[in-house]
């Protein structure tokens, strides 16, 4: 899934802006002024236009996450674990262990 702004395109195709799309467990939908991806996986992704984004995982994954939304464990002690496992120290280390070329 690639969107900018309200644009939002899976696997190259464009979906039409407003019309809820539903494919092989995939759903977009547009509620008010944000664009929603949901997955039968569990994990729910929703952003404004702007800079506003919220990740919300269901309950059967908690312990079973990793990467930039955390553990889902209730420990903030292990919030910013890196890829090879480590702890950063401050949150813009964790964020640059995770970007991809």
Same mark, same amino acid.
């Given at each position: 899934? &690639?969107?900018q702004?309200?644009? &939002? ?5 464009a979906?039409p802006?407003?019309?809820?799309? @539903?494919?092989?467990? @995939?759903? !977009?939908t #547009?509620?008010?002024? /944000? &664009?929603? !991806?949901?997955?039968? @996986?569990? !994990?729910?992704?929703? #952003?404004? +236009?702007?800079?506003a !984004?919220? &990740? *919300?995982?269901?309950? +059967? ?5 990793w ?5 889902? *464990?209730?420990?903030? *002690? %292990? ?6 496992? %480590? ?7 964790f964020?640059?262990? /995770?970007?991809v070329?």
């Amino acid at each position: 899934v &690639v969107a900018q702004g309200r644009n &939002v395109s899976v696997n190259r195709a464009a979906v039409p802006e407003g019309r809820p799309y @539903l494919h092989k467990g @995939l759903g !977009v939908t #547009w509620p008010g002024d /944000w &664009v929603a !991806v949901a997955s039968s @996986l569990g !994990v729910r992704v929703a #952003w404004d +236009e702007h800079l506003a !984004v919220t &990740v *919300t995982v269901e309950p +059967e994954l908690r312990g079973g996450t990793w990467g930039l939304c955390g553990t889902y *464990t209730d420990d903030p *002690t %292990d919030d910013f674990v890196r890829p090879d496992g %480590d702890i950063a120290a401050f949150a813009a280390a964790f964020g640059d262990a /995770w970007m991809v070329p």
